[in-house]
């Protein structure tokens, strides 16, 4: 079945000049996102430390085919992207997954063991649907325009959104000014489909299928998925989050980047990734 949905997935790649690790790192995007997000810090950060890193771009984001047809991408579509990439692989990697892409590697996981696994504001538990509520309750108008960008017939984020309203929804009220002009005009469509299976119960995560070791971490001003959505994917799972301070939803474009990123190469060395 996974071979009659194969499709050109881009993946980035960061190399190390000393590969001081067997086990790469495979980072996966959230929704409107793509490869990108992951390439001016994360990658280098994480390949500066040893390790061969990647981050892949769902179809009909980044540079991966499919952009035409963004949306009616579903679930399932999203998780054999995942598995295409990750059999590209030498080895298994460490999953990170950022918001709709830690969704994603928690279905994955239902299904595969991995060395370990990272979850960035992801989307909870129990789906789309309280995110959804507690947006439109607390900020209507930041969930109004993530409706109406989708529903137009390109990329219309820096024409619709202002920088202060990119900067509530995405980053800390620190974040330069300049660094979010320069990320605006990279956001993009989603899938309503996927919207809209995100919200369904039967693709709700099924988490005591999944084994591999978790870090579960957040961000204290996160409109999307603030703490109390963090900290509920983490007792599922049997653990404790990790939230930090003045940061925004992206966390690894926000301002203090490389607290997350510290924290997580600790906890590699912790559970002994190789």
Known sequence: MLEEKLMKIE?????????????PILFVHGAFAGAWCWEEYFLPYFAEHGYVSHALSFRGH???EGNERVWFNSIPDYIDDLIQAIRDMERPPVLVGHSMGGWIVQKHLESFERPGA???ASIPPAGLTPVFMRMLWHHPTLFQKIYWINMLPKNMWEHVATLQEMRDLFFTKKMPTTSIEKYLPLFQRE??????????????????????PLLVMGAADDVIIPPEFVNSTARLHNTQAHIFSDMGHAMMLD????????????????????
């Open 191 to 212: 899938s309503y489909r996927v919207m809209w299976d995100l919200a369904r119960f039967k693709f709700l995560p099924q988490s005591w299928k999944v084994k591999t």
């Open 255 to 274: 301002r203090d980047w490389q607290e997350p990123a510290d924290r997580m190469l600790n906890w590699f060395d912790e559970i002994g990734i190789d």
């Open 11 to 23: 993946i980035v790649s960061r190399h190390p000049e000393r590969k001081m690790h067997q086990t």
């Open 118 to 120: 990272v979850l960035l």
């Open 62 to 64: 980044g540079e991966s």
